[in-house]
C-alpha cells in the first residue's frame, strides 16, 4: 500500500528551478533512496514533502491525505524528518525532548508519554541516556534521539536526510539496523544520501537525482 | 545629627522606598510581557507593522525618558483639559518605555535561536505558537538575561525620575530630607538602598544564570 505519492511537484528559488517535474511513490515498508550530487535539490525536496518549504505546483498525497499549501497538523503527524544536524531542544534532557511532543501536541498524559518514550528510546538503545541533555551526547546518540523523538508521533513514513554523513562505520551498521527494522514493522522510509554503498545496501529502490 | 533622627530618617526612606518598588515591580509586570509582543511585532512579515514597531522602539530609545513622562502626564490636559492620576502616569510612561527596550532585547535573542528549531517543532505538529513559548522563548531567554539583567537595573535607578511630575518617591524624600537638614546624609542614605536593592537583583539574577546553565545551545 502506498502512502507516499507526490505527483510532478515544481520547485524554484529566485526563478532558478530546483525540482523539476518530481514524481515519486513509497509503499508501507519500502526503502528508497534518493541520490545526486550536491545542489541537486535533496534536501529541498525532503523540505517540500514535509512541509517545510511551498512547492510551486504538483500534489503532494500523504497517507491518502492531498496536501494543498500547507501541511496541516494531523497530516503532518503522519510523516516525519529526521534532519541532517538533528535539531535537537537543547534545553530539555533526551526523555522530554520525546515526551513534549507526546504530551503538547498529541495531549497524551504524562505517565503515559513517559512510559511510550522510555520504550522509543530503549529500542534505540539510549537506555542510560533517558537523562542527559543534548549538549551531553554523541553525534551517534542524538541522531538516535531524533529518530525517537520522530517516533513519538508514530509516521507512517519516515525522512532521512544525510543519515550517514557525521558517523564511523561501526555507527552506519547501526543505523542501517534501526531503519531496517523500523521498514520491517512496515514503516515507509525516505532517504536522501551521498553515501551510494549505504544506499546499494539499504534501499529496495534509488532514485538519482540529476 | 543624633541617632534618634537617623532611625526616623531610614523610616521615613523606606517608606518612600516602597513607592520606588511598586513603580519598579508595576512597570516590570507590564513591560515584559509587552516587550514579548513588541519583539513579535517587530519580526511580523507585515511591513506596515514591522514599520511601525521600529518607529516605536526608535522614539521610546531615542528620547530622554524625562521628556516621555511629562507628555504622557501632561498631553491630556492640553489636548482634552483632563488630569490624571499621576502615579498611573508613572506607570504607563515607564512600561511603554521599557516595553520597547526589552522589546529589542527579545527580539535578538529569538532570531539568534537557529531556524532549525523552529523547523524541527513544526514537523513534530506543533504550532508556531507552542513552538514560540515551549522551544523558542526559553532559550532566548537564557540568551539575553543579561541584558535583561542590565535594563532591570537600570530601572532601579530610573524610578526616580518619577519625581519630575511630582511623584513621592524615594530620592525626592531623600532630597527634600536633605534641603530641610542642610544635610548629605539623607541622599547618602538613599544611595545605599538603591545600592542594597540593585545588589539583591544582582544576585537574583546571577543565581538564575547558573540556574539555566544546566544546558548549553
Ligand atoms: N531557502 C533557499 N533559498 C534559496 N536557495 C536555496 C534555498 N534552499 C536551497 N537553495 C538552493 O537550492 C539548491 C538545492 O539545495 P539542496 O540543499 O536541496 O541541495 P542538496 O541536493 O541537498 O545538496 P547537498 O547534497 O549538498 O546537501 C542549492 O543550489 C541551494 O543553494
Ligand atoms: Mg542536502
Known amino acids: ?210 | 545629627m543624633e541617632w534618634e533622627y537617623l532611625v526616623k530618617l531610614t523610616k521615613i526612606l523606606l517608606e518612600g522606598l516602597q513607592v520606588s518598588l511598586k513603580i519598579f515591580i508595576l512597570t516590570l509586570i507590564f513591560s515584559i510581557p509587552l516587550g514579548i509582543i513588541v519583539s513579535v511585532l517587530c519580526m511580523s512579515k507585515n511591513k506596515i507593522i514591522s514599520a511601525f514597531t521600529k518607529i516605536y522602539i526608535l522614539i521610546m530609545r531615542g528620547t530622554p525618558l524625562l521628556l516621555q513622562i511629562i507628555c504622557i502626564y501632561f498631553a491630556p490636559y492640553y489636548l482634552f483639559r483632563i488630569s490624571y492620576n499621576r502615579f498611573i502616569a508613572i506607570i504607563i510612561a515607564f512600561s511603554l518605555n521599557y516595553a520597547a527596550y526589552f522589546g529589542e532585547i527579545f527580539r535578538s535573542g529569538i532570531e539568534s535561536i537557529p531556524k532549525g528549531q523552529w523547523e524541527a517543532a513544526f514537523t513534530l505538529g506543533f504550532s508556531k505558537i507552542k513552538t514560540f513559548f515551549i522551544i523558542i522563548m526559553p532559550q532566548a531567554i537564557k540568551r539575553v538575561l543579561p541584558a535583561i539583567s542590565n535594563e532591570v537595573i537600570t530601572l532601579v535607578r530610573d524610578t526616580s525620575l518619577a519625581q519630575v511630575i511630582g511623584v513621592t518617591e524615594l530620592f525626592s524624600i531623600a532630597q527634600k530630607q536633605a534641603n530641610f537638614k542642610f544635610s548629605i546624609i539623607p541622599l547618602l542614605i538613599a544611595g545605599l538602598i538603591y545600592l542594597i536593592v540593585s545588589m539583591i537583583l544582582t544576585l537574583i539574577f546571577n543565581y538564575t544564570e547558573k540556574k539555566l546553565d544546566y544546558y548549553r545551545g
Do not use: W
Request: charged residues 30%.
Open chain 1, 1 to 210: 500500500m502506498k502512502v507516499l505519492e507526490v505527483k510532478e511537484i515544481n520547485k524554484s528559488f529566485n526563478k532558478k528551478k530546483i525540482l523539476e517535474n518530481i514524481s515519486l511513490q513509497v509503499n508501507e515498508g519500502e526503502i528508497v533512496s534518493i541520490i545526486g550530487e550536491s545542489g541537486v535539490g535533496k534536501s529541498t525536496f525532503l523540505r517540500c514533502i514535509n512541509g517545510l518549504e511551498k512547492i510551486d505546483s504538483g500534489e503532494v498525497i500523504i497517507n491518502n491525505n492531498l496536501v494543498k499549501n500547507r501541511i496541516s497538523k494531523h497530516i503532518n503527524l503522519d510523516i516525519g524528518l529526521v534532519f541532517q544536524e538533528y535539531n535537537l531542544f537543547p534545553q530539555y534532557s533526551v526523555l522530554e525532548n520525546v515526551t513534549l511532543t507526546l504530551i503538547k501536541v498529541m495531549k497524551i498524559k504524562k505517565e503515559e508519554a513517559n512510559r511510550i518514550a522510555k520504550d522509543l528510546l530503549t529500542n534505540m538503545n539510549l537506555a542510560e541516556r533517558v537523562n542527559a541533555y543534548p549538549f551531553e551526547l554523541s553525534g551517534g546518540e542524538k541522531q538516535r534521539v531524533a529518530i525517537a523523538r520522530t517516533l513519538a508521533t508514530n509516521p507512517k513514513i519516515i525522512c532521512f536526510d544525510e543519515p550517514t554523513s557525521a558517523l564511523d562505520p561501526k555507527l552506519v551498521e547501526q543505523i542501517f539496523k534501526i531503519i531496517k527494522e523500523l521498514s520491517n514493522k512496515g514503516k515507509a522510509i525516505l532517504i536522501v544520501t551521498h553515501d551510494i554503498k549505504f544506499a546499494d545496501k539499504i534501499s529496495d529502490r534509488i532514485i538519482k537525482f540529476v
